[in-house]
């Protein structure tokens, strides 16, 4: 003969210590604000369509973001170079953790690309475990994060002139970005693969000034004011100017002249516009 006992059916539910002795609460619905919804906007997927075809990999996919929807419908989103696959195991992160494959050379020119494309300066790129990684490849991610963020300035800068020239203003560089790399970005040699980049977004995918003027002054004259570099060093970059130049105002006389001779190309540039 077994005798069965019940001891659950009707023993007391355990509780935490902290609660055992407050009165229960009802469970209530939770608000809809805290539920996220499928994206499905035309900003989402015109993103995705970007970071796919360009076989980037993102931080907000990888680490399964529940905010991805509303980030990549403004065209915000952050890459992750070097790989998927980090090399820390944070408890709260979803990225995959284990041993870093290969770099891909050409993942800074992709991501270069995918900012081009996407027309916002907002980006932003991280290196997931990084202090791990090898000398090498640090120095890669770092140059590869320089490159992004010279981009979406630059990128940044011509929107802003590009809207100030549809409403009818003139919009004058001090210093155009085309002039200040095409020596060591376009002609230089030995570049590294971040200036071919560069260079070739400069020369290829940029639009280019409509007038780009400038103040000549021998060698000397620059070394003796600055006193950088050499005047071998100063020659070639002045020749690299000259050749680049659609003006040239001699910067040795005097600055009324100087300031006379700008506004006047500047002047019959914007009528002939």
């Given at each position: ?82 790989g998927e696959i980090c090399t ?26 995918a900012v081009k494309r996407s ?114 060093s100063l020659a070639r970059r ?36």
């Amino acid at each position: 003969m077994v005798t069965v006992l019940d001891t659950i059916a009707n023993a007391p539910r355990l509780r935490h210590p902290e609660k055992a002795h407050k009165p229960d609460q009802d469970v209530l619905r939770k608000p809809d604000w805290i539920r996220v919804k499928a994206p499905m906007s035309k900003g989402y997927a015109e993103t995705r369509d970007i970071v796919k075809s360009h076989r980037l990999v993102t931080v907000c996919e990888e680490a399964g973001c529940p905010n991805i929807g509303e980030c990549w419908e403004k065209k915000h989103a952050t890459f992750m170079i070097m790989g998927e696959i980090c090399t820390r195991a944070c408890a709260f992160c979803n990225v995959a953790t284990g041993i870093p494959t290969a770099l891909d050379p050409d993942e800074p020119a992709r991501i270069a690309h995918a900012v081009k494309r996407s027309r916002s300066p907002r980006r932003q790129a991280d290196a997931a475990g990084a202090s791990s990684l090898p000398r090498r490849a640090r120095r890669a991610g770092r140059a590869g994060l320089r490159l992004t963020n010279r981009l979406a300035e630059e990128w940044y800068r011509q929107l802003i002139a590009h809207a100030y020239v549809a409403r009818g203003w003139i919009v004058v560089f001090d210093r155009h970005f085309l002039a200040d790399y095409h020596a060591s970005d376009v002609a230089g040699a030995g570049r590294s693969f971040g200036r071919r980049v560069h260079g070739w977004m400069l020369m290829h995918a940029y639009p280019r000034p409509a007038l780009l003027i400038l103040l000549d002054a021998p060698p000397e004259v620059l070394h003796a004011r600055k006193g950088e570099g050499t005047l071998a060093s100063l020659a070639r970059r002045r020749a690299d100017y000259l050749g680049l130049a659609d003006a040239v105002v001699p910067a040795t006389q005097p600055l009324p002249a100087v300031v006379t001779d700008v506004a006047a190309l500047i002047r019959d540039a914007a009528r002939g516009r």
